[in-house]
């Protein structure tokens, strides 16, 4: 069973351009998660992709995008990067949508530095 | 508005001891899940163990268990027989409904830096 993957693994841009970090659930896993955890803090929820549509939104401006395919692999899509944007952005799968005990298994993140 | 709250930024524990983290949250729901996470420094968060609230038995994983108090709102991990391997950051966690069908969702308290020494 292969687990959540993340690309790159590390990324460094300039302010203003855009990003776009890509995840690999785990097989079976058709809910994928995007958090950013800044430096020292915990993580913050992004929004969440179920079959390909967005499925709930966290406290993100729209210039946070997503995508998920049919193969529930997902993007997150980052335009206009601002320095506060640098942190650790982590990728989680879950199989199933409507039970709240549904583990998320996360991937090792992809660490975004914004100069 | 679910919040998670962490109030030891750091703790340490000598090698074979017991630490216990703390966790409080609060939540207007009666039946939800609480969650410990671990991240060590290869950033992998993993799922340490996982407690439901309308159980009253405190979840326990190995050397990993909680106590769980519903009223209190409170929800400390503890870790007996410390290993090195332990050393990571600790993040509590509760799952909420950030709008959509499903949950899975999850708010996370601010971490704990645990540090277990030889």
């Known amino acids: 069973e292969t687990g959540v993957t993340q690309s790159p693994t590390h990324l460094i841009k300039t302010r203003g351009q855009q990003v776009t970090l890509r995840c690999s659930s785990q097989?079976?896993?058709?809910?994928v998660s995007w958090y950013q955890q800044a430096l020292g803090q915990g993580p913050q929820f992004i929004f969440q992709y179920y079959r390909e549509e967005e499925n709930g939104r966290g406290n993100f401006p729209p210039r946070f995008s997503g995508l998920q395919f049919p193969n529930y692999s997902s993007e997150l899509n980052v335009n206009a990067l601002e320095l506060d944007d640098s942190a650790l952005y982590l990728c989680?799968?879950?199989?199933?949508?409507?039970?709240?005990?549904?583990?998320?298994?996360f991937g090792p993140g992809t660490r975004l530095t914004v100069l | 508005a679910q919040t998670v709250t962490q109030s030891q930024p750091e703790m340490s524990v000598q090698e074979a001891e017991t630490v216990t983290l703390s966790c409080t949250y609060d939540t207007s729901e009666n039946n939800y899940y609480l969650f410990w996470y671990k991240q060590p420094p290869s950033r992998q968060m993993i799922l340490v163990i996982r407690q439901e609230a309308y159980k009253q038995q405190n979840a326990t994983e190995n050397r990993f268990s909680v106590n769980f108090q519903k009223a209190a709102k409170s929800f400390s991990l503890k870790i007996s027989d410390s290993q090195l391997g332990d050393t990571a950051m600790y993040f509590c966690a509760f799952p909420f409904n950030a709008g959509g069908t499903s949950y899975g969702k999850l708010t996370f308290g601010q971490g704990t830096i645990l540090t277990v020494h030889p």
């Open positions: 097989s079976g896993h058709n809910t």
């Open positions: 989680a799968s879950a199989a199933g949508t409507t039970q709240v005990r549904n583990e998320q298994f």
